[in-house]
């Protein structure tokens, strides 16, 4: 511990770093170390086991122990004498907590945040678990009980426990090496695949399975590829009723826009608060592409209220976006976004308070620790036919109590954000941005997009597409993970998608030719999480299942078939195609956890399809016919320009060659490499699209 000159208060090892997290226990008056080299030495120095916990800036439970334990002198005093302790924020290192919680899940636990192990000096798990009581609450032992009983078998029964210990560590090596046998895919996969889903659906309030109840975005995003395939209307009706559940639920910010990360109930009613980018970036994205099927403007609305929460609360400095938004304030989680009857009185005329209280069910005691969340109980429809009032006139007088509401509610205390910018998360709001922008024709989304990607790529990566993790106060922290390579270059192809700037498809090829060289798996099928510069740890991770996040093995298979196709690289195509084959028969028998596979998969049971501009992109013929693309739900469309400009595209994207420019510019449509005559208006383009049948 050390106190520097003039502060008030003592400051622990932490103070040094850059992570939100790790800041947050900077006055901890436990002893903690960072991961790195000195805490495994000065554990090895002291023969002690060393304690880890990992967790993140904006988790709830996270900050519970934390106030309960590691703020207690006494707790932290046991401790100290007894163990090295490290801490590490998992979103800026997910090769630990990857490799940690896959060893708590291997001792019989089923994981979660905090993350709480004990390890040898050589930083091999034998026990671990995740919140801790500060004293025992049955059926959870305390931690001070847990602590005492580590350090008395470290002291009476190591050999045991280190024994136990390689156990787990020869079990995570061979589960990072193993890689499951090919086979095809089929149609006959995704329909079982939907059969499976359909069986684990909420028909009453949408969504998989019961509380809590997580968005499945990645399944989410399957469901309306398999549904634009084959026209399997389970897949359009599942993805319809969840998102307008979740539109209408609590999880959803009323007022204030944007998602929480799920919620503690089946009706999506009572979230848990936090709103983390990655899960708004990819709802985003799925509300763009419902609106371009079904024109429902509930969904248009859902993903204007995201991008307006977004360029509100989380543009970080440089332009790229903060990680997430915490789920407490004042020490109290969601104190920031529920109601009392008494507020909404207080704050609106009778009338018009009379008004929100039915449409947001604002009742006294409420429904949260006394107050409401907020969630659609009446639709305005249903309160003007029973008020007798005109439906307009509802709707405009409940838009401006919203607005009157949102900026009462910005005098509140507001949750803290954990301001570092994360390569991968930004990755995916990238790509949501640039997609929404161009759908909705709104420019400066996709300026946004577009000035994020500039900070990624001018302050996070290197000129041969080595990627940093994170950003924070200045300073990179992290070799970029798997996750990071294939949501950036995925969210790069989509702003070239949109924008027609090659910059952006030239970094994102730079940058997967990185990952396909430097992450590459050992059987020559996929890749590891980490690339081959990183910190060798106990075993090298590889994580192939999608979590909140697409799997990156899943995301990279995606950008090498898109890239494969431009640059006409079988290689790279059969690259991308042999990771969806290693999952097949999991996609079958256990879809809920391989929805990016199943993405990807929909994409190889078709033949590929292609669309080239050819002309000046700026120029007004080709805007139009743009514009004709931008509006529809073409989810496996490669689009690439051809630039008389740019005559280098065509060498270095050979997708690109052979497309003269036909009067002030043309369209061509290639099915299986064959492209059809060039069409010149957007009446043609459009009428072209609709023959091609998926």
């Known amino acids: 511990m050390n106190d520097g000159p003039g502060t008030e208060m003592t400051t622990n090892r932490l103070a ?20 790195g080299q000195k805490a495994l030495d000065e554990a090895k120095r002291r023969d002690v086991p060393i304690f880890l916990s990992i967790g993140y800036s904006t988790c709830h439970w996270c900050h519970v122990m934390a106030h309960e334990t590691f703020e207690d002198p006494d707790m932290a005093r046991a401790m100290n004498d007894h163990f090295v302790n490290i801490k590490v924020d998992r979103e800026e290192r997910p090769d630990i907590d990857a ?136 897949a359009l009706r599942m993805t319809e009723d969840t998102l307008s559940m979740m539109a209408e639920g609590g999880i959803h910010d009323q007022i204030g826009g944007g998602f929480a990360r799920y919620s503690t109930d089946e009706r999506w009613h009572v979230p848990h608060f936090e709103k983390m980018l990655y899960d708004n970036a990819q709802l985003l994205d799925l509300y763009t592409e419902l609106w371009t099927i079904t024109r429902d403007d509930l969904y248009r609305d859902v993903a204007r209220g ?92 409940i838009d401006k109590a919203k ?50 990607a500039r900070f990624i790529l001018d302050r996070m990566t290197g000129d041969n597409g080595a990627l940093w993790r994170s950003w924070n106060a200045g300073s990179t922290r992290g070799h970029g993970v798997l996750e990071d390579y294939a949501c950036l270059a995925s969210g790069l192809i989509e702003l070239y998608t949109v924008t027609a700037d090659r910059t952006w498809l030239d970094r994102a090829t730079t940058i997967a030719g990185y990952a396909r ?57 059969d690259e991308g195609a042999a990771i969806v084959e290693s999952m097949a028969r999991p996609m079958a028998d256990h879809p809920m956890f391989t929805g990016q596979y199943l993405c990807v998969a929909q994409r190889m049971l078709e033949s590929p399809k292609e669309l080239v501009f050819a002309g000046n992109p700026t120029s007004g013929v080709i805007r139009q016919l743009r514009r004709a693309v931008a509006s529809r739900f073409e989810p496996l469309l490669i689009i690439g320009f051809s630039d008389p400009a740019d005559p280098d595209a065509a060498t270095r994207f050979p997708m690109l060659a052979g497309r003269p420019v036909v009067g002030d510019g043309a369209t061509y449509v290639c099915e299986n490499f064959t492209c059809k005559p060039a069409v010149t208006t957007p009446d043609e383009l459009t009428a072209l699209l609709q023959r091609i049948a998926y």
């Open 403 to 452: 607005a009157k509401m949102l900026a009462a509610r910005q005098q509140r205390v507001a949750p803290g954000r954990d301001d570092k910018v994360l390569t991968g998360w930004n990755g995916l709001m990238i790509q949501a941005l640039a997609h929404a922008g161009n759908v909705f024709g709104e420019d400066e989304w996709i300026a946004m997009a577009s000035r994020a």
């Open 517 to 573: 060289q430097h992450f590459r798996h050992d059987s020559g099928v996929g890749f590891y999480d980490t690339d081959d510069r990183s910190e060798s740890l106990i075993t090298r991770p590889r994580e192939v299942t999608d979590t909140a996040l697409p799997s990156g093995n899943g995301k990279m298979a995606e950008v090498l078939m898109v890239l494969g196709v431009m640059t006409q690289s079988a290689e790279m195509t």
């Open 99 to 234: 490799i940690y919680m896959q060893a708590v899940q291997a001792m019989g636990s089923q994981g979660g945040w905090p993350l709480n192990l004990f390890l040898t000096p050589d930083g091999k798990p034998f026990f671990g678990g995740t919140y801790w009581p500060k004293h025992d609450r049955p059926p959870m032992p305390g931690f001070q009980r847990v602590l005492m009983t580590i350090s008395a078998r470290w002291r009476d029964d190591r050999d045991n426990l280190i024994a136990g210990s390689e156990r787990v560590a020869a079990y995570l090596r061979d589960s990072a090496r193993a890689t499951p046998n090919r086979s095809p895919v089929t149609p006959e996969l995704s329909v079982k695949a939907i059969d499976t889903l359909e069986q684990q659906f909420d028909p009453m309030y949408g969504g998989f399975g019961g509380a809590p109840k997580f968005p499945q975005a990645s399944i989410l995003r399957f469901l309306l590829r398999h549904w634009h395939r084959t026209g399997d209307s389970r």
């Open 306 to 397: 995201i991008v307006t929460w977004l360029a509100r609360e989380m543009i970080a400095d440089g332009g790229a976006f903060a990680a997430a938004q915490d789920a407490d304030s004042e020490g109290i989680e969601g104190k920031y976004y529920i109601w009392s009857a008494r507020e909404v009185d207080d704050l609106l005329s009778p009338e018009t308070a009379d008004l929100v209280k039915l449409h947001y069910g604002i009742t006294d005691p409420g429904s949260f620790e006394g107050k409401t969340v907020l969630s659609i109980v009446k639709p305005v429809e249903e309160i003007a036919e029973q008020t007798g009032r005109n439906l307009d006139d509802v709707r405009h007088t």
């Open 16 to 35: 040094n770093e850059t992570s939100p997290y790790l800041l947050q226990h900077q006055h901890n008056p436990v002893d903690w170390y960072p991961w």
